[in-house]
C-alpha cells in the first residue's frame, strides 16, 4: 500500500486563516506608519521655508517685499519650494505650500493635505514659531495644543 503525501483541505483553510489574520493585524499599521511618513514631508518644509523667511527679514528688516522678487513667499501665493544646494528643487508630494498672510510684521505659511488620505489636514506656522494644526481629516483627532499632528490620535 502506497501512502500518499500532500496537504489536506483543512490544513489549507488553516493556514489561510493564519494569513488572513496576520495581514488583518499588519495592514492598519503599515498604513498608519506610511502616514506619518508622509506628515514630516510637511513638518520638514514648513520649518525650511520659516527659515528662508527669516532670511529674508535679515536682509530686509521686513517680511512684506517692496518688490515682488526674491521674496520667498508672497500674500495668499504658493510658497516657493525651498531649495538646498546642491539639491535641485522639487514638488512637495502630499502637499501644497501657501502663504496666506504675509505684512511687514507677520506671516503663515500654510500646508494643505492632499489625496485621499491626508485632505483636509492643514498645518501652520508663523512669526513667532508657532505651530498649529488647524484641521484634520474625517476621522483624527485635532490636538489640544498648538502643534503639528503627527498620528491619527491627535498626538504630537
Known amino acids: 500500500m ?13 493556514t489561510v486563516a493564519i494569513i488572513a489574520i496576520l495581514a488583518a493585524v499588519a495592514l ?12 514630516q514631508e510637511a513638518s520638514s518644509n514648513l520649518m525650511a521655508m520659516r527659515t528662508k523667511m527669516e532670511l529674508y527679514f ?3 528688516r521686513s517680511w512684506a517685499p517692496a518688490l515682488p522678487a526674491p521674496q520667498p513667499c508672497a500674500a495668499g501665493s504658493a510658497a516657493p519650494l525651498p531649495t538646498f544646494p546642491p ?9 501644497t505650500m501657501t502663504c496666506p498672510t504675509l505684512t511687514a ?14 485632505a483636509g ?10 505651530r498649529r494644526t488647524v484641521t484634520v481629516p474625517a476621522g483624527w483627532t485635532l490636538p489640544s495644543t498648538n502643534c503639528w499632528v503627527t498620528k491619527k490620535s491627535g498626538q504630537c
Not at 28 to 39: A, E, N
Open 2 to 14: 502506497q501512502r500518499q503525501s500532500g496537504f489536506t483541505l483543512i490544513e489549507l483553510m488553516v
Open 28 to 39: 492598519p499599521s503599515y498604513t498608519q506608519f506610511v502616514t506619518r511618513g508622509k506628515l
Open 58 to 60: 535679515q536682509d530686509n
Open 87 to 95: 539639491d535641485p528643487p522639487g514638488v512637495l508630494k502630499y502637499f
Open 105 to 118: 510684521t507677520t506671516y503663515v505659511i500654510q500646508v494643505d493635505g492632499s489625496g485621499p488620505d491626508l
Open 121 to 130: 489636514l492643514q498645518m501652520t506656522i508663523d512669526q513667532s514659531n508657532v
